[in-house]
């Protein structure tokens, strides 16, 4: 990795790497920024970087108006529940496709990423009406059930790849052994396969947790994620960057934190089988 | 003493029953602007009068009428009030769609409700949805500029003298933009403007026969003279500017004139938000010379329930709540009469203290002057004025709006989106089966 | 090698995702199906009969759906440009020695984790407004007349935003794959004098073949059913009208799901076409 190079370039390298990714990331910063201005600040022209009396009162009003805890814990709720549904799903799904591959196998990973192209605005009554049939509007269970649905072809896929890079002799030696089938995949796979499974959640996550149709429109009160938080910030009467900016915060901000930490897992896991 | 105990018993949980019956959470859908936010703050003077909850969904304009149209449609039952608009109310109502409001208290006095928002809000002359505010559009003006520019403002100017005044009060150099109005795309953005503005040039959606009236030289010269008007004195990208955008350049001092909802006076007068509050004054919205129609808009943000929601009676117990004069008075007391919810009620308006509000005449004055069933010069067989109360509308007349932001935006010409407009309508309505 | 019995097992296995997958592809698909050879208004009263292919004639002869697809294939093909050439320049950039790469790393993927309504929201108000937006202040610095941004250059702002969206994803794949490529073999490569071009082309590039195929194939899928972006930013206007939100505009502006329906078969279609597309050009690099 730590290949050898002269200072000179390893300082233009980090001079540039440094300007584009703060390049990208200044967005996401101009909203932190103006998420503490007042409302009239937020749209001074000339704009203000720095200098402007911080304030917290978008947070206030924000925090007052909603009731941000609920939200927050549904957005994990339905994030998490339905990655590690999918991943109960997807898991014998993917082992058998790696290790004991049949002809039609790779048609069917391609028909999995296949479902994921229906138009979801275009299915909105047919399951509107099923939700309503099922009485499962607004239940965070209907939620997990349908992110985990429209993720688990990722899932599959990517789980399919990371276990593909499992030398096979390894599990051979353990069948020679006389390891049964759940011993195989919980002692041996499953630990081979940790990492891989650990970005596979977080890309879900993620994907869970940005995913704005369905969580819009099969929630009313009890299962409204931050999606439908956002929601209620978005293009009201009136002056609103300052309050959008503070809510859109708080609404990425979890999901950022996370990213933080894990930054390291996902450049090394994201693989979907790049690697050869 | 099994006997008591059963007794006991039985006496609990008859109570727990009753209390079951008495305290409800309703659900309520509603949109994401400052008078409604105000009354979530309000809540809990609602439950303190009734022992009811609330559980508030609170969702930005399109997001909530996609919502709220998906579950009335299918009956989702996710809701017990929605808060709905003018242009749905009475198809929904003529649907059965909406538990009918024609049992409110007399405490309510719903007689009080102003006659036009009555009539808007009503099918077949029941109400269906209790207006919490209402507003039609008005002029709205910077007095010191008009002032500099040796101009004054007449109580009902036309459109004539709104481009002397635009081209009178336009400073590029001073970053002052003659007029600012709304181009941008959608029914009820940029649709609902151009629509009043070719009402009040003699133009209309429809003849009696459902034929679209695009190509009829009314529209034309109302798109052109708005066209032209805005190339000249309005602002930079105006094709995309709603509500929001223009409120913000006028607040910013960037704008002459402004002709929007008459519920913008109170964002435009707060010294907190505005940097021009001290300088606005305001007037009836422009006509064409010689066109009896103004371009005022009607329009009310109300409560109505959706039939087949098993709390009817806490629902209708917070509509009262929220649309009653007491609502008024609180608010007034706790924030100043500038803030109350506006243009509902007629007692509002014979409220001393509220007749000192700057803005308040000229709103009533400009409520009155709407009529949504008469809306044209030309008689139509639709009721609605900036829309028209058909479910074709609104997809309709977005894309219509989307082609006349494409003039505005250089992208085609006037005739182009006109003969675009007239194709589309007349391909929804022969769908329709009005044709 | 797989014995009869691992094999059972292995499809007892793969029976709940595949039945699931089914259930969830076939009910929607045949919902959508059963809907569009119907007259459904919700407006008008509900499902009103049986109406033969008149939805599907009414969605195609509609002067609005050629264009739409078009600006669908437009908005995905101009995001996968961008963000897969971005995307191997950063990757190859973030590979090499650096202080802070961790930060580096976290500023660059950022944007993924920012939902599309959020984002959508902040370029429209924040950056490309064409009064209060800051690269209209930027263009005014520098003397220049502000650009009207999603109303003049509507299309490109567009794909400018989701490819903002996008960079960071095609990013850390290449940046995974890049990671894997022998060192040695560039490092010998760059002892020999080979040019930077040449290194670029005859190594990396073809070492990173397979990553950028998968870069491909997994954004078409969510890009052709991009949605937010559009709906905050233009509603559909000034030409940035796509597939997925024309039907929007029909299932749920002009409220009749059977024409919206009838779009969503041929939005099917059209991804498939693309699909098949896609396999025919990449998917030789897909081989397992």
């Not at chain 2, 371009?295 to 329930?305: D, E, G, P």
């Amino acid at each position: 990795m730590a290949r050898a190079v002269s200072p000179r370039r390893k300082l233009i390298n980090t001079g540039l790497a440094w300007a584009i990714g703060l390049l990208i990331f200044f967005p996401i910063l101009w909203t932190i920024l103006t998420s503490f201005k007042t409302e009239a600040q937020a749209i001074a022209s000339p704009p203000l970087f720095l200098g402007f009396d911080w304030t917290l009162e978008n947070y206030g009003v924000v925090m007052e108006r909603s009731d941000y805890g609920r939200f927050l814990m549904n957005s994990i709720i339905i994030a998490g529940g339905s990655t590690i549904l999918g991943l109960i799903v997807a898991v014998p799904a993917a082992w058998s496709m790696a290790f004991v591959p049949s002809r039609r196998t790779k048609d069917i990973l391609l028909w999995m990423l296949s479902t994921k192209m229906l138009p979801a605005v275009g299915v909105l009554y047919p399951i509107y009406l099923l939700f309503i049939q099922l009485g499962l509007l607004d239940s965070r269970a209907g939620l997990v059930i349908v992110m985990m649905l429209i993720n688990l072809p990722i899932i599959v896929w990517m789980l399919y790849t990371y276990f593909r890079e499992i030398p096979v002799e390894i599990l051979e030696a353990a069948r020679m052994d006389g390891a049964t089938l759940k011993e195989e995949v919980l002692y041996i796979l499953t630990p081979m396969a940790v990492p891989g499974i650990a970005s596979t959640m977080l890309l879900n996550f993620i994907l869970a947790w940005n995913e704005a149709f369905w969580t819009l429109n099969l929630t009313a009160v009890d299962a409204a994620p931050l999606t439908a938080f956002i929601a209620s910030y978005s293009s009201p009467e009136g002056l609103f960057f300052a309050k959008l900016s503070a809510a859109s915060t708080m609404a990425i901000a979890p999901i950022l934190i996370l990213g933080w930490f894990s930054q390291k897992q996902l450049v090394r896991g994201l693989t979907f089988g790049a690697v050869k | 003493m099994h006997l008591r105990n059963a007794l006991r018993a039985a006496t609990a949980l008859s109570l727990i029953m009753v209390g079951a019956a008495q305290a409800e959470t309703i659900t309520i859908a509603t949109v994401n602007n400052g008078d409604m936010i105000r009354m979530q703050g309000y809540t809990d003077d609602f439950t303190a009068k009734t022992g009811h909850e609330v559980e508030w969904v609170t969702l930005e304009e399109n997001v909530l009428r996609q919502r709220v149209t998906t579950d009335i449609t299918t009956k989702g039952g996710q809701f017990d009030i929605m808060t709905i608009g003018m242009y749905e109310t009475p198809i929904w109502g003529a649907n059965g769609w909406l538990v009918p409001l024609d049992d409110l208290s007399a405490e309510y006095d719903v007689d009080d409700i102003l006659p036009a928002m009555r009539g808007g809000l009503s099918h077949d002359g029941t109400l269906y949805a209790a207006p919490f505010y209402g507003e039609s559009s008005m002029i709205m003006y910077r007095t010191d500029l008009m002032e500099k520019a040796g101009l004054e403002m007449p109580e009902a100017p036309t459109w004539q003298f709104i481009r002397e005044a635009a081209a009178a009060m336009d400073d590029p150099a001073n970053d002052i933009n003659g007029i600012c109005l709304r181009g941008k795309a959608g029914w009820g953005e940029g649709g609902a403007f151009i629509t009043v503005t070719a009402n009040s040039f003699g133009a209309r959606w429809f003849d009696e026969e459902w034929m679209p009236q695009f190509d009829q030289p009314e529209w034309k010269a109302a798109l052109d003279f708005y066209v032209n008007l805005m190339n000249d004195y309005g602002p930079e990208g105006y094709a995309t500017n709603g509500f929001n955008e223009n409120l913000s350049l006028f607040q910013q001092g960037k704008c002459g004139m402004w002709i929007d909802a008459t519920v913008a006076a109170s964002f435009v007068t707060n010294p907190n938000d505005s940097t021009v509050a001290d300088h606005v004054g305001f007037a009836l919205a422009p006509n064409a010379e010689g066109v009896e129609k103004r371009s005022n808009w009607l329009w009310a943000w109300a409560l109505a329930i959706p039939a087949g929601t098993q709390k009817e009676e806490a629902a209708k117990a917070f509509i009262e709540w929220a649309t009653s004069k007491d609502y008024i008075e609180l608010v007034a007391a706790k924030e100043g009469w500038a803030n109350v919810p506006p243009g509902a009620r007629t007692s509002l308006y014979e409220t001393p203290e509220y007749q000192d509000v700057p803005f308040a005449k000229m709103t009533l004055d400009s409520i009155n002057a709407a009529d949504p069933t008469n809306p044209t010069v030309d008689p139509v067989p639709y009721v609605g004025i900036q829309f028209v109360a058909i479910p074709e509308f609104a997809g309709m007349a977005t894309e219509v709006s989307q082609e006349f932001s494409a003039a505005y935006a250089g992208q085609q010409t006037v005739d182009e989106a006109l003969a675009k407009a007239q194709a589309i309508a007349t391909e929804v309505m022969e769908a329709a089966g009005y044709r | 090698m797989a014995t009869k019995a691992s094999r059972s097992a292995a499809r007892l296995m793969m029976a709940p995702a595949v039945i699931l997958l089914l259930g969830w592809m076939l009910v929607p698909l045949i919902m959508t199906l059963w809907f569009s050879f119907r007259t459904y208004l919700p407006l008008r009263g509900g499902d009103q009969g049986w109406t033969g292919f008149d939805n599907y004639v009414r969605f195609v002869s509609s002067s609005a759906f050629w264009p739409a697809v078009q600006t669908t294939l437009l908005i995905v093909l101009g995001v996968l440009v961008i963000t897969v050439c971005l995307g191997i320049l950063l990757a190859i950039l973030l590979d090499q020695p650096m202080w802070g790469q961790g930060v580096v790393r976290i500023l660059v993927i950022a944007p993924f984790f920012v939902m599309p309504t959020v984002s959508a929201l902040v370029w429209k108000n924040m950056f490309m407004d064409p009064v209060n937006g800051l690269l209209a202040h930027l263009w005014r610095f520098f003397g220049a007349e502000p650009v009207s941004w999603l109303s003049d250059a509507s299309l490109q702002s567009i794909i400018m935003i989701v490819s903002w969206q996008w960079l960071p994803f095609a990013t850390l794949i290449l940046l995974t794959a890049i990671q894997s490529l022998d060192s040695e073999q560039l490092e010998a490569a760059e002892m020999d004098g080979a040019p930077v071009l040449k290194r670029f082309f005859y190594i990396i590039l073809p070492h990173l073949s397979r990553a950028i195929t998968i870069v491909i194939l997994i954004q078409t899928i969510f890009l052709l059913a991009i949605f937010a972006e559009i709906f905050v930013t233009t509603g559909g206007a000034f030409g940035t009208r796509t597939l997925s939100y024309l039907i929007f505009q029909r299932v749920l502006e002009s409220q009749n799901v059977g024409l919206g329906s009838a779009g969503g078969v041929y939005a099917i279609i059209l991804a498939n076409i693309v699909a098949i597309f896609l396999m025919r050009i990449v998917g030789k690099n897909l081989d397992t």
